[in-house]
């Protein structure tokens, strides 16, 4: 059997196991303590490993200014495709797709599976690229989702710099980008893995061990599939994957990528599911909303439990889907295909819906002229 055959059913089995850890265990806070291992301990340790263990030449440092590019172009595009899917615009819905549509979760959704089938070198790459999406989902989505709150409650002239000054110092004491901001200077004075301390270094590795099982143990834990909304909700995510595959597409041909190994890392990282940070930011805005007197809702916050707990099942089965597949996934016209795929099922079901009403309309007519060829028969006979 195909090695990489066999490491997708591996994981595909740490997924069912944690569908069936679901039945022991059902308290939040014991899947919020995985959650804080796998983004306080494992995860900061494997991308400190991974960014030691290579040469970072100066090009990785436009990966960052790539994937806000990325986020940015998502915020800005998507939001015209809602209403065919069947949100309504300037609706509570819709301002909650736009905050997490252009968000990114690659260290839950993809860093372990860039590991596992690419290496530590691209795994660094992506850690890189991420630090562009944090600066994203962390600051400027936090901004936005105060405006909006600002904007529907009718509230002017309040100053938002305390919080925003909270959420830089946030930013800057998350144990991940700690630990890439000590790899950065400890690469930059030429210290590399081999150069710590055994002690550190074997921790580290340790810690680094626990990563992938962890994260799909916590991705099977955490799907809650709800049957409303499911079908607009897998809608909304195709149409997405299909549209980071198009730009992925056009940036192929930009800078002229032909390393298939390159291609499948911004497919894969492209691909990462919805990021939690944007559901903070909802939630602190409905915790202040709920303060204010017949308040009108700027978000809906089961609409972005929703789309969260589809994104990362969705996600993880594309980026396995891709990663496994390699070579013959990388060529472009593979891509083109399998973009046009994703749109097309993306926009099954709103086409469906058209439809639907459409003919529902149709036929109301013919029912009305019915009702009065009846009536008018009734008539005629008194």
């Known amino acids: 059997m195909d090695v990489n055959l066999q490491k997708t059913l591996l994981f595909l089995l740490f997924i069912g196991l944690g569908l069936l850890l679901k039945l022991k265990i059902k308290e939040k806070k014991e899947l919020a303590g995985i959650k804080m291992i796998i983004l306080n301990l494992a995860l900061p340790?494997?991308?400190?490993?991974?960014?030691?263990?290579?040469?970072?030449?100066?090009?990785?440092?436009?990966?960052?200014?790539?994937?806000?590019?990325l986020n940015f172009f998502l915020f800005l595009v998507t939001p015209f495709l809602f209403p065919f899917i069947g949100i309504k615009k300037d609706s509570p819905n819709y301002r909650t797709a736009q905050m997490l549509i252009p968000s990114l979760a690659p260290g839950l959704s993809c860093f372990p599976f860039i590991l596992e089938y690419l290496g530590e070198g691209y795994l660094a790459k992506?850690?890189?690229?991420?630090?562009?999406?944090?600066?994203?989902?962390?600051?400027?989505?936090?901004?936005?989702?105060?405006?909006?709150?600002?904007?529907t409650q009718g509230i002017t002239n309040k100053s938002t710099r305390a919080k925003f000054k909270s959420l830089c110092i946030a930013m800057i004491s998350e144990p991940v980008n700690i630990f890439i901001a000590a790899a950065l200077t400890l690469l930059s004075l030429g210290i590399n893995m081999n150069s710590i301390p055994f002690l550190f270094?074997?921790?580290?590795?340790?810690?680094?061990?626990?990563?992938?099982?962890?994260?799909?143990?916590?991705i099977g834990l955490s799907v809650n599939i709800k049957k409303r909304q499911f079908a607009e909700i897998v809608s909304l995510l195709l149409v997405r994957a299909g549209i980071v595959?198009?730009?992925?597409?056009g940036l192929i041909l930009f800078a002229d990528i032909a390393i298939a190994e390159d291609r499948l890392l911004l497919l894969a990282f492209g691909l990462s599911a919805c990021s939690f940070w944007p559901f903070a930011h909802i939630a602190a805005v409905d915790a202040q909303e709920k303060r204010i007197l017949n308040s009108r809702k700027t978000f809906n916050q089961n609409f972005a439990i929703n789309i969260l707990a589809l994104s990362f099942p969705l996600s993880v089965v594309l980026i396995l889907g891709i990663l496994s597949a390699g070579n013959q996934i990388a060529d472009l016209y593979t891509m083109v295909i399998l973009a046009l795929g994703l749109l097309g099922c993306g926009l099954v079901y709103p086409i469906f819906i058209k439809f639907t009403q459409k003919k529902n309309t149709e036929e109301l007519p013919n029912v009305t002229e019915a009702e009065q060829l009846y009536n008018l028969k009734r008539v005629s006979e008194n």
């Not at 494997?46 to 100066?58: G, K, M, W």
């Not at 991420?130 to 105060?146: H, P, Q, R, S, T």
């Open 45 to 69: 340790a494997t991308i400190f490993i991974a960014l030691l263990s290579v040469n970072v030449e100066a090009s990785l440092l436009v990966l960052p200014f790539i994937a806000l590019l």
């Open 126 to 151: 992506a850690a890189m690229a991420d630090l562009g999406n944090k600066l994203f989902v962390l600051l400027i989505l936090y901004l936005v989702a105060m405006n909006w709150h600002y904007k």
């Open 201 to 218: 270094s074997e921790s580290l590795s340790r810690l680094s061990l626990l990563m992938t099982p962890l994260v799909l143990l916590f």
């Open 245 to 249: 595959v198009f730009l992925a597409i």
